[in-house]
């Protein structure tokens, strides 16, 4: 019992009366709210006690069946049954007062009043404030109670009374409200003393309505209402409430849980959802929106990147280690590729990868520039020349590119090969199919210039014009492996 907190150095655990008060301690810790009135009412009996020290008595009784407590003659009522407390021999008759610390008093109260505090504050939320300006002299018929409005995931019902704490928040429960209930409604009134929202019905009639009036401490409060339409407003197709920044926040999750998912299948989610036509343009804008939250703003990261590349040079000012992994360890050739970029901001990602010996991809540098030409590949590889020292042993490198013409200018001694799968990508324009396909890729792999020239015939019996497509395109030197120098697998 020791580890008790409520242990104080005085116990020693033959009291009756301390044990009968841990007992009772641990039977009510059952109940918070028990344990709450346990401690008021030990509070007080303290400051009684403290006031009347010579009139607390214990009288014990032995009966057999154990020690218990008669009464107490202060208050005359009756102790708990003998039935809680063990039977022991050993129990003492002495008058014995029961202290606690001054941190455990300081704890019982702050802890009463943290619950009086969210008892009050949860009887205001609950209950309505009375305007008594607003009775009579005949009997106050006149009056209104005043309720904050609460929006849920259901569809908004407000009534007279119901305040809105200000315009935004007043727009946001009716959005859903239009967006839910499928209506087409409108703000018809909306200055600085009223706001007032109305259903266009089929014919004209504006039977539904909702009206309410800006009080001096800014809060939006209901003064009439008619939640009927008229029997000729029908449900729209295509409702202006659906924004695009609404539905981004409201499909904020399911964007998450699916980066890349079609704007076909946002646009039936709103149709079964809420029962309205979405166009592929809005789709896509909520989509943004719901990744812009997600990942952040793209123009944010992009005003980053000078303080990120700042921050590198700070913290690693002499790390290089793709570089240096690729000259120690990779081999000797360059892929050299062009990739475009989708968005707000448009460009071209300029990269160059190796291989590394387990003949996986080693990336060695990238850069982002303008739109792909002449100019754009010349600034990045005389940085990617300076930083690797690529002139210094231009013939022991091997570069493969696009077909750009600029490699071999910069580097004539090297060797240039050109990518077959940007070069299929151009054929199969003009000659498609499983078949041609096949042939080229042949082609390309033959080892030898005997199976070079044979399948070279093969492919002109079968396609003469492709066969003078391949042969003026681009020399066999560039992508035909018997042609090659040096073989690399």
């Known amino acids: 019992m020791t580890d008790c907190p409520l242990h104080n150095e005085s116990f020693d655990g033959d009291d009756a009366y301390d044990l009968y008060q841990f007992i009772s301690l641990v039977n009510m810790c059952r109940d918070e ?10 509070n007080q009996h303290q400051e009684d006690v403290v006031e009347h020290p010579d009139e607390e008595k214990v ?30 021999s050993n129990a003492r008759k002495t008058n014995k007062r029961r202290k606690f610390s001054p941190i455990i008093d300081k704890a019982n109260q702050d802890a009463q009043r943290m619950a009086e505090e969210a008892d009050m504050l949860d009887d205001l939320a609950n209950t309505g404030v009375w305007d008594l300006a607003a009775y009579d002299e005949g009997g106050g018929k006149t009056r209104i109670c005043y309720y904050s409005f609460k929006l849920t995931n259901e569809l908004p019902y ?3 009374g119901d305040i809105f704490g200000n315009r935004e928040y007043l727009k946001e429960v009716l959005q859903q409200y239009a967006v839910m209930s499928n209506r087409h409604v409108y703000i018809k009134i909306n200055d600085n003393r009223r706001f007032r929202a109305a259903c266009h019905g089929g014919a004209g009639d504006y039977q539904w309505f909702v009206y309410l009036h800006k009080k001096p401490n800014g809060d939006y409060v209901v003064q009439t209402l008619n939640r009927d339409h008229a029997h000729t407003c029908s449900q729209v197709q295509e409702n202006k409430w659906i924004t695009s920044k609404w539905l981004g926040k409201q499909f904020t999750e399911k964007i998450k849980a699916n980066p890349h998912i079609p704007l076909t299948a946002i646009r039936q989610c709103v149709d079964e959802q809420f029962g309205s036509i979405l166009s592929r343009m809005k789709a896509y804008r909520a989509k943004d929106v719901a990744l812009e939250g997600i990942y952040g703003n793209t123009t944010n990261q992009y005003k980053n990147l000078f303080y990120y590349k700042n921050e590198l040079l700070r913290t690693h000012p002499d ?11 990779c081999r000797p050739i360059i892929f050299l590729d062009a990739c475009s970029l989708r968005g707000m901001y448009k460009g071209q990602i300029l990269n160059a990868i190796g291989i590394d010996p387990n003949n996986g991809w080693w990336p060695i540098v990238w850069a982002v520039a303008e739109p792909e030409s002449y100019e754009q590949w010349k600034w990045f590889l005389d940085l ?14 091997v570069f493969m590119s696009d077909q750009q013409n600029i490699i071999a200018e910069k580097y004539p001694q090297s060797e240039h090969h050109f990518c077959v799968q940007h070069m ?23 080892t030898t210039e005997e199976v070079y020239q044979k399948n070279m015939d093969a492919l002109r019996v079968y396609d003469q014009a492709a066969y003078q497509h391949l042969v003026g395109v681009t020399p066999k030197e560039r992508w035909v492996k018997a042609y090659f120098s040096v073989i690399h697998s």
């Open 33 to 42: 709210q028990m344990f709450a009135s346990y401690f008021a009412e030990l």
């Open 319 to 329: 790390s290089r280690p793709l570089k240096i992994g690729w000259k120690r360890f």
């Open 59 to 88: 009288v014990c009784r032995e009966d057999g069946g154990g020690v218990g407590v008669d009464a107490i003659a202060t208050g005359g009522t009756e102790a708990p049954s003998s039935s809680f407390i063990p039977s022991t």
């Open 424 to 446: 299929y990508n151009n054929f199969k324009k003009r000659f498609s199919g499983n078949t041609l396909k096949k042939k080229m890729w042949a082609i390309s792999d033959s």
């Open 158 to 160: 407000w009534k007279v």
């Open 384 to 397: 990617l020349d300076d930083d690797l020292e690529l002139s210094v042993n231009g013939p022991r490198y």
